[in-house]
């Protein structure tokens, strides 16, 4: 969890997973619905995946056991040399580094190298580990990454290896170490379909008299694989759904790492009749072979669903509308 969020946010998460997936074997035999679910808000849904891999190997072939070898910690999947080197130190005290963001800022200020290559990195580390407390020292150089040495305005007065820093010496740690240059993210919008079955006594109420609308999951692979979401505009022909364009909700804007998106969610009703699914029923999508796997839902449990936050936003501002409608209807 820690790998790309603050661990004040991670925090609450990681409480909740716990309680969920208390050990191995309970996460391995969770459904990929519930371990998504879980993770819901994270964003980054591919560790979730890989932790749901991982626990069904360290079930299969570890005997419910994490391996403590730090080789043996790599080969699982989703497990890169700073997190084998972080779980074998702290959790099992191998004197191995683990070189975080906050390591590799530190070191290269201590070694006063701009662009230090990966392998230094680590070759440096390795040999300044104490052998003794190698967990202690690698969350110690984590956290003086953090607090003491960090990327603008570090206290380097206040940090307790100043004397040996070779970019204080040299008067280079505003430049240490050199920041690539961002590139430019591409921007793409999105018209997302929000699909309201209608009811002959108003707009946005299923057959039983409460609203439905309609999701659908996307592709197993990809971007955001395996999770829930408003089908697109263009996609409802292909999903046999023929509705009327109604009002436009508030676009939602997401930046995700190689883009920033914007959605832009229109009301679209249906007959009653097209809701076939209650909401009961709505963890058990059907699946044809032309059309993605769907789902019929009630609003109110939009949170029983493996949504993205831009996905999230657009439920909330489906409920928003749908409160307000008779208000609407009434002026």
Known sequence: MLQQTRVETVIPYYRRWLASFPDWESLAGATDDEVLLGWKGLGYYGRARNLHRTAKIVCERFGGRLPEDPRELRSLPGVGEYTAGAVGSIAFGSAVPAVD????????????????????????????????????????????????????????????????????????????????????????????????????????????????????????????????????????????????????????????????????????HVAPAAAKRPPAAAKRPSTTPAAPPTAWTHPDHLDEFALPVAQQKIGALLRDWLRDTPRRASG
């Open 101 to 268: 963001g906050n390591v590799r800022r530190v070191l290269s200020r201590l070694l006063d190298v701009g662009d230090p290559t990966p392998t230094r990195l680590r070759d440096e580390a390795a040999r300044l580990i104490d052998p003794d407390r190698p967990g202690d020292f690698n969350e110690a150089l984590m956290e003086l990454g953090a607090t003491v040495c960090t990327p603008r305005s570090p206290r380097c007065g206040a940090c307790p290896v100043g004397d040996e820093c070779g970019a204080l010496a040299a008067g280079t740690v505003a430049e240490r170490p050199v920041r690539n240059a961002r590139k430019r993210v591409p921007r793409v919008e999105y018209a997302v379909a929000v699909v309201v079955a209608d009811a002959p006594d108003g707009p946005g109420h299923g057959r039983d008299g409460a609203p439905h609308t309609l999701l659908v999951r996307r592709p197993p692979t990809g971007l955001l694989a395996g999770m829930w979401e408003f089908p697109a505009l263009t996609a409802l022909a292909d999903l046999g759904i023929t509705g009327i364009p109604g009002p436009r909700l508030d676009p939602v804007v997401h930046a995700f790492t190689h883009l920033r998106a914007t959605y832009r969610p229109v009301i679209v």
